[in-house]
C-alpha cells in the first residue's frame, strides 16, 4: 500500500521559499548593520522649517542669477558662429560662381537701377528696402551655390528682413555711379571684377553686416563711391561678421572708418578723410 509522504510538494516549496526569504531578510539586515544603514524601525523623519526651505530657495535664486548671464552669452556665441557659417557659405558661392564665370565674381545690385533685376547677386523688388525687407535671395546669382535662403539671414537679425548682407561696392571697380541712374547702363557695364584684380584677397571683406539696430541693409551693397554713408551693424556684442575675397570668415571688432579702409581698393581709392 502506497502511503502519502507527511511531506507533499507543495510544503517542500513553503518550506524552502520561508527559509529562503528569512535568509535574504538576514543577509540584508547584516549588510545594513556592515554599511551603517539604519533600519527602517531606527530611522526618523525629518522635517524642514520654513526658514530652512526659504534659504533654500534663496541659494537657488543666487545660482539662477549667477548662471543666466552664462547661458545667455553662450547662446549668443553660438549664433554668432553660425552667421559665421553662413558669411563662409556665402563666401564659397562667390568662389564658385567665379570658377563658373571665366573669374568674374556676380554682379553686384546697387540703389533704384537694381530693384526688380535677377543678374544680381540678391535680388530686392525695390529700393530702399523696407526696414522688413523685400528680398528673395532665391532669385540672386549666387543661391545654386547655396541652396538656403537661410543662409543669408544672421540668426541675431530680428529686424524681419530675409538679408542681413551687403557685398562689398569695389566688386563692380568704380562704374556704379552712373548705374544709380541707368538700369541699362548698370545692367551692361557694372560687372563684377575679375577674381585677379582683388589685390590682397585674404585682407579685404567680400560681405559684411550692413545696417544698424532697427535696420538691415537697404540694397545688398555696402557702397564706398559716394560719401561714408553705408555703417556697419554691430549684432555680435559690438563686432560684425565678414567674409574676405579668399572665402575665409571672420568676426572682428572693426569702427566704421576702419572698415571702409579695409573694403576700398578699386580705383581711385578714397581716403574718406580719415
Known amino acids: 500500500e502506497n502511503k502519502q509522504h507527511p511531506l507533499s510538494d507543495q510544503k517542500i516549496t513553503d518550506m524552502l521559499t520561508e527559509e529562503?526569504?528569512?535568509?535574504?531578510?538576514?543577509?540584508?539586515?547584516?549588510?545594513?548593520?556592515?554599511?551603517g544603514i539604519p533600519t527602517a524601525s531606527a530611522r526618523k523623519v525629518f522635517k524642514f522649517s520654513l526658514l530652512e526651505l526659504l534659504v533654500v530657495i534663496?541659494?537657488?535664486?543666487?545660482?539662477?542669477?549667477?548662471?543666466?548671464?552664462?547661458?545667455?552669452?553662450?547662446?549668443?556665441?553660438?549664433?554668432?558662429?553660425?552667421?559665421?557659417?553662413n558669411q563662409r557659405q556665402l563666401g564659397t558661392a562667390f568662389l564658385l560662381y567665379c570658377g563658373d564665370n571665366d573669374e568674374f565674381y556676380p554682379r553686384p545690385v546697387n540703389g533704384a537701377c537694381g530693384a526688380g533685376q535677377t543678374w544680381g547677386w540678391i535680388y530686392y523688388d525695390k529700393f530702399p528696402v523696407p526696414a522688413k525687407g523685400n528680398f528673395d535671395p532665391a532669385k540672386g546669382t549666387v543661391f545654386p551655390y547655396v541652396k538656403d535662403a537661410r543662409i543669408f539671414l544672421c540668426p541675431l537679425d530680428h529686424t524681419g528682413s530675409t538679408c542681413s548682407y551687403g557685398v562689398n561696392s569695389d566688386i563692380a571697380g568704380k562704374a556704379t555711379k552712373p548705374c544709380q541712374r541707368n538700369p541699362t547702363y548698370c545692367r551692361e557695364h557694372c560687372e563684377g571684377l575679375r577674381?585677379?584684380?582683388?589685390?590682397?584677397?585674404?585682407?579685404?571683406?567680400?560681405?559684411?553686416?550692413?545696417?544698424?539696430?532697427?535696420?538691415?541693409?537697404?540694397?545688398?551693397?555696402?557702397?564706398?563711391?559716394?560719401?561714408?554713408?553705408?555703417?556697419?551693424?554691430?549684432r555680435h556684442r559690438k563686432a560684425n561678421a565678414f567674409s574676405f575675397f579668399d572665402g575665409h570668415a571672420e568676426i572682428l571688432k572693426w569702427s566704421?572708418?576702419?572698415?571702409?579702409?579695409?573694403?576700398?581698393?578699386?580705383?581711385?581709392?578714397?581716403?574718406?578723410?580719415l
Open 256 to 273: 566704421d572708418a576702419e572698415n571702409w579702409k579695409h573694403c576700398d581698393f578699386a580705383e581711385p581709392v578714397n581716403d574718406y578723410g
Open 195 to 234: 577674381a585677379s584684380s582683388v589685390p590682397a584677397p585674404a585682407g579685404i571683406p567680400l560681405l559684411l553686416e550692413e545696417g544698424s539696430s532697427v535696420a538691415t541693409t537697404n540694397d545688398g551693397f555696402f557702397d564706398l563711391d559716394y560719401s561714408l554713408r553705408d555703417h556697419l551693424c554691430f
Open 58 to 85: 534663496a541659494i537657488i535664486a543666487i545660482l539662477a542669477g549667477l548662471l543666466l548671464p552664462a547661458l545667455l552669452a553662450s547662446k549668443e556665441t553660438a549664433r554668432g558662429k553660425l552667421c559665421l557659417n
Open 20 to 35: 529562503g526569504m528569512d535568509i535574504a531578510r538576514r543577509t540584508v539586515a547584516k549588510y545594513r548593520e556592515l554599511e
